[in-house]
């Protein structure tokens, strides 16, 4: 009631305000350029819709939607968060959106275009409750998108679609909600849906492929803003490890970390903040974080703040007392021998697999000589992940997982987790370590972003000897 009450006595404002609106400035992006100087520029998304072009076949169209809107409970809905291939390919971060990328350019009625973006249009009324859109004029003007038209206009739109060889689509969504607004991301996918029911010419397969092969090599752009995200992360974890204390809770401990987040500019945490202690420990994507940390538990950190659509991921195990016991400190540089294999992996031309290859052959030989297993496939009871993935606009990103290249980014994330009632001697139950950094590939070698954050025991227990800012 109180929100229908204030529309009505702000009618008047409205009204008058319309002629008084101000433009963004028309190197701005989107409305986030009123207040961040390091967004990417809009030369980079023309870029990459031109490297897919470069990919697609003669007469052809690759369409892609924006993310839906989620709901949380009620009225109330899930922060916004856009689709990675749509972001990469527009750097729109609003919903109910489509765009059409053409082999070729395409003749039409009264204009001629090789790409088409379909987008909400500015609304005075709806930016006073969600904030500013970009609009059909904001997307020619500030997104260098050769043509935008509303949303709406999709709905009747004539592409020809027949006419082509191939219509590449990805990943469209089956459990979108029906917005009462026309031209909402339903209607979009329906209207789409009806286009093609008849035609023989669609492929929802091949252009995963093509968008994996251009996001796993990351660009200069790219690279500076993962620098900033891994930085973050390494600055939280830091910070946990002078803080951390018996006592405390993991959700006090996850507090920390997403505070040093947002304090530097990060957006999101790039996924659900693992804080597992003890027991949990030994829980790979373990999100409750609701324990009470006691002295002999050891805590798995592993996070990753996003910044302008880059997500980091680095992990760190901390002894809760600020102090390995005998056995942790045996499986802690076990583990991180087997990481550093990893990363001595990561080069040019090595098959991706191979850091993962490396640090299971270290933790197979470690585990066999002390006795915790007896045969050496038994090591996937207590090492059963895989040890590398891609890092960037997703924090398990596109990627071929062919050769490794110049400009990927991979993590190295070796672990051992033996929960209590293990088939081992019970001095090692409840262990749960790992231990992971960000690793750009280059001619030079690996380069490991994430490195600020102490990854030794005597670093750590030197660490968490410092006054904290908690």
Not at 78 to 83: A, I, K, L, V
Not at 428 to 439: A, F, P, V
Request: hydrophobic share 35%; with cysteine.
């Amino acid at each position: 009631m109180k929100r229908v009450l204030l529309f009505f006595l702000l009618i008047p404002l409205i009204v008058s305000s319309q002629e008084n609106i101000v433009e963004l400035p028309k190197d701005s992006i989107t409305k986030e350029n009123l207040y961040d100087t390091d967004l990417l520029p809009a030369s980079f998304f023309k870029q990459n819709r031109e490297k897919l072009r470069q990919l697609l076949p003669n007469n052809s169209v690759a369409i892609f939607f924006a993310n839906p809107v989620r709901n949380r409970s009620n009225d109330v809905d899930f922060e916004y968060h856009q689709d990675p291939n749509f972001y990469y390919l527009t750097g729109l971060t609003e919903p109910h959106s489509v765009i059409l990328i053409f082999k070729e350019e395409q003749r039409f009625n009264d204009f001629k275009t090789d790409e088409i973006i379909f987008l909400q249009d500015k609304d005075l009324k709806n930016e006073m409750w969600t904030g500013k859109r970009t609009g059909v004029k904001g997307a020619e003007e500030k997104l260098a998108i050769t043509k935008a038209m509303k949303n709406t206009a999709f709905l009747s739109f004539e592409a020809e679609l027949k006419g082509f060889d191939k219509v590449f689509t990805y990943n469209i969504r089956e459990d979108v909600n029906n917005h009462p607004e026309k031209g909402d991301l339903y209607g979009l996918i329906q209207s789409y849906q009806l286009k093609t029911q008849s035609l023989t010419n669609t492929d929802k397969e091949e252009l995963n492929y093509m968008m994996a092969k251009l996001r796993e090599i990351k660009t200069e752009e790219e690279i500076a803003l993962m620098r900033k995200a891994i930085d973050m992360t390494c600055e939280a974890q830091i910070e946990l490890m002078k803080a951390l204390k018996p006592d405390m809770k993991e959700y006090q401990s996850e507090a920390i970390v997403e505070y040093v987040f947002k304090k530097n500019g990060a957006e999101y945490p790039g996924f659900p903040s693992i804080l597992g202690g003890g027991e949990n420990s030994c829980i790979i994507h373990y999100t409750h974080n609701r324990k009470k940390l006691e002295n002999k538990d050891l805590l798995v950190s592993d996070i990753g703040a996003e910044y302008h659509g880059y997500t980091a991921d680095v992990t760190r195990t901390i002894p809760v007392d600020g102090h390995f016991s005998e056995e942790e400190k045996i499986i802690y540089n076990l583990v991180l021998k087997a990481q550093q294999a990893g990363i001595d992996s990561c080069k040019v031309g090595n098959k991706f697999w191979e850091p993962h290859n490396a640090a299971t052959k270290i933790i197979t030989d470690g585990l066999l000589e002390l006795g915790i297993i007896e045969k050496s496939y038994h090591v996937q009871k207590y090492f059963m992940h895989g040890t590398s993935h891609y890092l960037g606009l997703d924090v398990h990103d596109a990627g071929l997982y062919g050769t490794l290249q110049i400009g990927n980014v991979i993590t190295v994330e070796p672990g051992i987790y033996i929960p209590e009632g293990s088939d081992c001697d019970p001095k090692w139950w409840n262990i749960g370590i790992r231990i992971e950094d960000d690793i750009l590939i280059t001619t030079e070698g690996p380069e490991n972003l994430s490195e600020k954050a102490p990854r030794t025991i005597e670093a750590i227990e030197a660490l968490m000897k410092q006054e904290s800012n908690f």
